[in-house]
C-alpha cells in the first residue's frame, strides 16, 4: 500500500482537505495539507509534492495566482494540478488548458474520481 | 488491522525505564508485537501464548510469579466488538530492598501494582483506538457524502432538462449504476412501456435465471401489503431471506425499488440490484434514489402535462380551420390537403423536427386569416372588384395577427403571413423575392397553388391533378421557387398520383393520422 508520492491538498474547507486526506492516506499516499495559496505555494517549493490538489476560492491567495505561480515551477519538475471549483465558466477553461499538466473537477466533487485521476496520472508517468 | 503504532512506541520506550518486556498477542493466537526483538526461548513463548489464550478467555487481567523473581502478567484489549488482543509484561520483580526504602510496599502488592498500570495503559490504548475509529468512520461518512452529493449534482442536471425522454432515462441509469457501485439499474413502468430501461453490468447477466424479464419479476414480487410501500420503496438487503426473490438469481442479492409518483399519479418504478452482499443499500442512497424518483415523477407530470397542452392546441387549431372552411364552400378540406403536400415536401427536403413541426402547424393554418374576410367575397363567382380583392390579400398578414398570442405557433407565422409571396417579388404581402422568402412559406406556396386549380373555384371548374400539375411547373422560377416544385413533381409521382381516383380525403381520418403522429412523438 505505501507508495512515495506525496499530495499536497489546498482548501480552505476543513472537510474537504479531510476527506481528501483520508482517500489518499488509505492509498499509501503522503499527504500534506494548506489552508490557502499562499501555505501551499511554500510547501509545493520546499516539499515538492507529485500531486496538487487546489480549490479556486480562498482567502489570502486564491487557487488562479497559485496555478499561475506554480505552472513556472512546472518548467524544471512536472507534477499534476488539480482544480476543484464549483462553477467552471469557460473563460476559466480556456485558461486551464494553457496550464501544464492541469485538471479541473467541478465541486460537488466526487472523491472517487479524484483518486482516479491521479493514478492515472502517475501511471502515464510509467512509476 | 488496528493500527497500533504509537502504543508500540511507547511500550518500547517503557522497556529501560522499567525493566520490564511486553507483548502484543492477537486473537488468533499469534504474536503481533514484542519488545523484545525476534529471539525468545521456546518455553517462554509457549508461556505467554498461554496466558494470553487465558486472558482472553477470562476476558480479565492474569499474573503468574515464577522462580528467581520472574513475573508474567497481561491484560485484554478490547475495542467495541469484544476483546481483540492481550497486552503482556514480563520481567523480574523489581529489587525488593529499594522498594522498602520508598515506602510500604511489599512484595505481595507486585501482581496489583502491575494491574493498576496495565489497566492504565489499556485505556489510554482504547480511548486512543477509538477516538481514532471513530473519526475514520466520521471520515468515510463524509467521503460517502461526498459522493453522494456529486451524483446527485450529476443526475439533477441530466432531470433538469424540459422533457422526459428515452435518452435522459438511460443516462440516469448509467449513472446510478457506475457510482452507486450496484450492477444492474432500471427504470419499469407498467403503463409506458416503452419507458422500460435496464442497465446491467455484463458480467451478472447470467446471474438471473431469466434475465430478460428479471426486473419485471423483481416488481411484481413486492409484496403489496409492505409496510414500507407506505414511504414508496422496497428493499431487500439480502435475497436469501425471501423464497421467491432467492429463487430469481443463482447467487445471493440485495434489491431496492422506489416508486416514481407525482402526487396521485403513479408512473412505475426505479430500481436497483447489487450483488456484492459486503455492503448494503445505506440511508444515504435511499434517500437520494427517492428524491431521484420523485424528480422524474415530476418530469414526466411535466411532459404529460405538455403533451396534453400540444392536443388541446391541435384540437383548438382544428375548431379554428373548421371555421372558416364552413364560411368557404369551395375550399373544404383546402387546408388538411395544403398540410398533407407541405408535409410531404417537408419530408423530402429533411426538414429537422423543429422546422417539420413548424411546417405541419403553418400549413394547416396558411388561411385562418380569411376569418375575417366576409362569406360573400370569399363565395363571389363573378370577378372581385380591386376593393375586394385588396380585402382578400389581407388574410395572410391577419392570420398571422390571430396566431401572434399563441407563444407555441411564434415560429410557424413568417411562414404564415408570406405564404402569398411570389419567387419573383410581385407577391404580397411584403414583395419578397427568392431565397427572402420563408421555405415554409415557399412549400405551402407550392402546395396551396396546386390544391387551389386542382379544386372548384367560385369562378370555375377543377382541374385534373395533371392539369394543375403542369401549371404549377410553368410558373415555377416565376411565381414558385422551382426547386420546391421538383421536389414536389417527386413527392407527387411517388405518393399522390396513387390517390389520384380517390376523391377529397376526408378531414376526419386526416385528423385521426395527425392526432396518432402527434401522441408517437
Known amino acids: ?127 | 488491522m488496528l493500527d497500533l503504532g504509537t502504543f508500540k512506541a511507547l511500550l518500547s520506550s517503557l522497556v529501560p525505564v522499567s525493566r520490564t518486556h511486553y507483548q502484543i498477542w492477537g486473537n488468533n493466537k499469534e504474536m503481533i508485537f514484542s519488545t523484545e526483538g525476534v529471539v525468545y526461548k521456546e518455553l517462554h513463548v509457549k508461556k505467554c501464548q498461554n496466558l494470553s489464550n487465558r486472558i482472553t478467555v477470562q476476558n480479565g487481567f492474569q499474573y503468574s510469579a515464577h522462580d528467581r523473581g520472574n513475573f508474567l502478567c497481561g491484560i485484554p484489549l478490547r475495542d467495541n466488538q469484544g476483546v481483540f488482543a492481550a497486552l503482556l509484561a514480563y520481567g523480574k520483580k523489581p529489587n525488593t530492598s529499594s522498594r522498602y526504602e520508598a515506602g510500604n510496599d511489599t512484595e505481595a502488592d507486585h501482581p496489583e501494582e502491575m494491574e493498576r498500570f496495565l489497566n492504565n495503559l489499556k485505556m489510554f490504548v482504547e480511548e486512543n483506538l477509538t477516538a481514532k475509529e471513530e473519526a475514520e468512520e466520521l471520515a468515510q461518512e463524509l467521503d460517502q457524502s461526498f459522493e453522494d452529493l456529486y451524483l446527485y449534482g450529476k443526475i439533477s442536471t441530466q432531470i433538469k432538462m424540459l422533457t422526459f425522454s428515452d435518452k435522459m432515462l438511460k443516462n440516469l441509469l448509467e449513472e446510478l449504476l457506475e457510482n452507486m457501485r450496484v450492477d444492474a439499474a432500471f427504470a419499469w413502468f407498467p403503463d409506458n412501456v416503452q419507458y422500460n430501461f435496464k442497465v446491467i453490468a455484463p458480467k451478472i447477466y447470467n446471474k438471473f435465471l431469466a434475465p430478460e424479464s428479471c426486473f419485471e419479476n423483481l416488481i411484481h414480487l413486492i409484496p403489496p401489503d409492505a409496510p414500507i410501500l407506505n414511504e414508496n420503496y422496497f428493499i431487500i438487503n439480502d435475497s436469501q431471506e425471501n423464497a421467491q426473490y432467492k429463487a430469481l438469481a443463482m447467487d445471493p442479492y440485495r434489491f431496492i425499488a422506489v416508486k416514481v409518483q407525482h402526487l396521485e399519479n403513479f408512473y412505475g418504478w426505479l430500481g436497483l440490484v447489487s450483488f456484492d452482499l459486503n455492503e448494503i443499500f445505506r440511508q444515504g442512497e435511499l434517500k437520494l434514489l427517492r428524491s431521484l424518483a420523485e424528480q422524474l415523477a415530476g418530469v414526466i407530470a411535466n411532459t404529460d402535462l405538455y403533451k396534453n397542452l400540444e392536443l388541446f392546441i391541435i384540437n383548438m387549431v382544428k375548431s379554428l380551420v373548421f371555421a372558416i372552411e364552413a364560411k368557404d364552400v369551395y375550399t373544404r378540406g383546402h387546408s388538411e390537403r395544403v398540410s398533407k403536400y407541405s408535409m410531404l415536401i417537408g419530408e423530402q427536403l429533411g426538414l429537422s423536427n423543429k422546422e417539420y413541426n413548424n411546417l405541419k402547424w403553418a400549413s394547416i393554418l396558411h388561411d385562418i386569416g380569411k376569418i375575417g374576410i366576409p362569406e360573400n367575397i370569399l363565395n363571389k363567382p363573378d370577378r372581385l372588384t380591386d376593393a375586394e380583392y385588396a380585402i382578400i390579400k389581407e388574410h395572410p398578414r391577419k392570420g398571422g395577427e390571430i396566431l401572434k398570442p399563441m407563444e407555441q405557433l411564434t415560429d410557424s407565422i413568417p411562414s404564415i403571413i408570406h405564404h402569398h409571396e411570389r419567387y419573383d417579388g410581385r407577391g404580397y404581402p411584403q414583395g419578397l423575392k427568392g431565397e427572402e422568402i420563408p421555405l415554409g412559406a415557399r412549400i405551402i406556396a407550392v402546395a396551396d397553388t396546386f390544391d387551389a386549380i386542382n379544386s372548384v373555384r367560385p369562378y370555375r371548374g377543377a382541374r385534373s391533378q395533371e392539369q394543375a400539375l403542369a401549371i404549377v411547373e410553368e410558373v415555377a422560377g416565376s411565381q414558385l421557387d422551382p426547386n420546391i416544385v421538383e421536389i414536389f413533381k417527386k413527392v407527387y409521382k411517388e405518393n399522390l398520383i396513387i390517390e389520384k381516383e380517390e376523391k377529397i380525403c376526408p378531414i376526419v381520418q386526416n385528423t385521426m393520422t395527425l392526432k396518432k403522429s402527434v401522441a408517437i412523438k
Do not use: H
Open chain 1, 1 to 127: 500500500m505505501e507508495n512515495n508520492k506525496k499530495v499536497l491538498v489546498i482548501d480552505d474547507e476543513a472537510q474537504i482537505r479531510r476527506v481528501l486526506e483520508l482517500k489518499f492516506k488509505n492509498r499509501g499516499y503522503q499527504v500534506i495539507m494548506a489552508k490557502n495559496g499562499e501555505q501551499g505555494f511554500d510547501i509545493i517549493q520546499k516539499q515538492k509534492p507529485d500531486i496538487v490538489i487546489s480549490d479556486i476560492n480562498m482567502p489570502i491567495m486564491d487557487g488562479k495566482t497559485l496555478c499561475e505561480k506554480t505552472n513556472g515551477l512546472k518548467k524544471y519538475r512536472s507534477f499534476l494540478t488539480i482544480i476543484i471549483t464549483a462553477r467552471i465558466n469557460p473563460e476559466d477553461r480556456d485558461w486551464i488548458d494553457t496550464l501544464q499538466d492541469t485538471l479541473f473537477m467541478e465541486k460537488p466533487f466526487s472523491p472517487a474520481r479524484i483518486v482516479e485521476a491521479v493514478e492515472q496520472y502517475i501511471g502515464g508517468q510509467g512509476c
